[in-house]
């Protein structure tokens, strides 16, 4: 239940945020710019890192005789 109500929460900022943001001097419209400019650009290079990271871990695993 815990995790839903944070999901819930993220939720309604994040549409907060995107109908207030439509006055172009807003800092809440400077800051959705932000948080668009990051997931597109900043985002996935994180999750390609770990996911590279993740793989290597998983193929050495498998390489690796059961004892």
């Known amino acids: 239940m815990g995790k839903k ?3 819930g929460f ?4 994040c549409v907060v945020i995107f109908l207030s943001g439509f006055v172009l001097n ?3 419209w400077q800051l ?11 985002l ?3 999750f390609l890192y770990y996911f ?3 793989y290597k871990h998983y ?3 498998q390489e690796k005789p059961p004892e």
Request: hydrophobic share 55%; charged share 5%.
């Open 59 to 61: 193929a050495q695993k």
């Open 32 to 42: 959705m710019h932000v948080i668009m400019w990051l997931t597109q650009y900043i």
């Open 44 to 46: 996935p290079w994180i």
């Open 52 to 54: 590279i990271q993740f």
């Open 26 to 28: 807003n800092p809440i």
């Open 5 to 7: 109500k944070y999901i």
């Open 10 to 13: 993220v939720l309604g900022f």
